[in-house]
């Protein structure tokens, strides 16, 4: 049985608990590797070798930690097909997807940051003819980065890359259901060549092994993604401590169609939005929003679009919809279905748990599902469900949809779809949403903010937004 072990001062070590999670590949529900469950031992062994190699590490110049993080971009590129399939066993989600969006995206991240940290320039204000001031940013020490399970290596990337590229020493932690691809990630950093203690991965669980890196008072930063739930109580630990935290958290994105889109294009990008990687993104479009006059026709469109989400074994071709990453996520989705149908919805399509035959006999499957005839304030319509689950609801004018798509506590993405581009401006400055796409899904700039209002999220990733958090700005005032 494969033990994914922790990464500290540049080896494998296991878990000074000498104890182990089951790690379940959720398309078979067979145990495939064991999970170091670490604890705050071992999180003070990674902050030891993180302190010790911090003065080497942000000593060195932006050109020799960017050559040193280009190589490991470069290792991730040449064991891509390897990462791919080590992210499908672990996550459920469709092979293809896996070598389509999560490895590439992940080797971007490291390339990305290793080369802006060459492109960057700093502040400077005249004040009069005798005074200027210029802003210097130092790297904060020693950080913690925690990701989730959706999109493993591709938001474990997201986090690490700008922190080592400031010059940071980190101690981060992936999701325990989705640990593999990190632990491959630690090698393919030893091949690279990056300095021990740089970079350090310990695995567990959230309450315990996370825990204890938030608590740890030599950690100076927090970057989080994860539920809005654990953001918080991330937040009210760290926040006495005055460590600086960015928290991407969740959402219950709005998707807005007008009545002058070509319906058919829309449906297909729409359901995209909805159902991409079993609905298991941030920014998935959830419920959405249809002009009344189109109503109808595009409902029977969308309905279409999604059969054609064929869900199957991740390692088939024509597989669309993958596993659900375990079993408790599943039951969670299945029972906001049961939820919807008491709130008075109907559901248009999907609805039931998907059961396989052969090697997948025994997966977490769910059918997407469309849901109509729900009210904008019902529970189904306000909290995250996280999975292949959309509702669909007509709109009479730009108002009333605007107040309905502002009606949740979250405000991470939105999706207009809408011809008349002035109106699509309109609508964007009146979201509140931290990201809103016109006539597309999913692109994205990696320079640009990420990140959401409201219960989504405090701070912003991306380009330089990410070098900002991982320094400090200090101001220097020279009078001559
Ligand atoms: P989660 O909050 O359960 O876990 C996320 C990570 O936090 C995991 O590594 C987990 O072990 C750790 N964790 C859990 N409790 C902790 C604690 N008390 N202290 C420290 N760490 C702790 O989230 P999840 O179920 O893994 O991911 C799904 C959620 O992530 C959804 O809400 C989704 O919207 C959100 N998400 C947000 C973004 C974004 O960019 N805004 C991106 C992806 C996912």
Known sequence: MLHIRNYINGTFHDPQTHEWIENINPATGEIF?????SGAGDVDA?????????PQWSGLTSKQRSDILLRVSKKIAEHFDELARAETDDNGKPLWLSKAIDIPRAEANLAFFATEILHTETAAHVTDNHVFNYTVRSPLGVVGCISPWNLPLYLFTWKIAPALAAGNCVVAKPSE???????????LCIDAGLPPGVLNIVHGLGAECGDAIVKHRDIKAISFTGGTVTGRTIAATAAPMFKKLSLELGGKNPTIVFDDVDIHHTARHVARAAYTNQGEICLCGSRIFVAQNIYKEF??????????????DPLDEPTK???????????????YIDLAIQEGGTVLTGGKRVMLKGRCSNGFFVEPTLIEGLDSKCRVNQEEIFGPVATLMPFSDDEEVIEAANSTSYGLAASVWCRDISRAHKVAHRLESGIVWVNCWLVRDLRTPFGGMKNSGVGREGGVEALRFFTEAKNVCVQF
């Not at 409902?299 to 199957?312: C, N, S, W």
């Open 46 to 54: 990674a902050v030891a070798a993180a302190t010790d190699a911090f």
């Open 33 to 37: 590797a064991l999970v170091a469950r």
């Open 321 to 335: 919809t993958g596993a659900i990453v375990s079993k408790a996520q599943m039951d969670k989705i299945l029972s």
């Open 299 to 312: 409902r029977t469109a969308l309905i279409e679009e999604i059969r054609r989400f064929v869900v199957g």
């Open 177 to 187: 259901l989705t640990p593999l691809t990190s632990f491959l990630f630690s090698q």
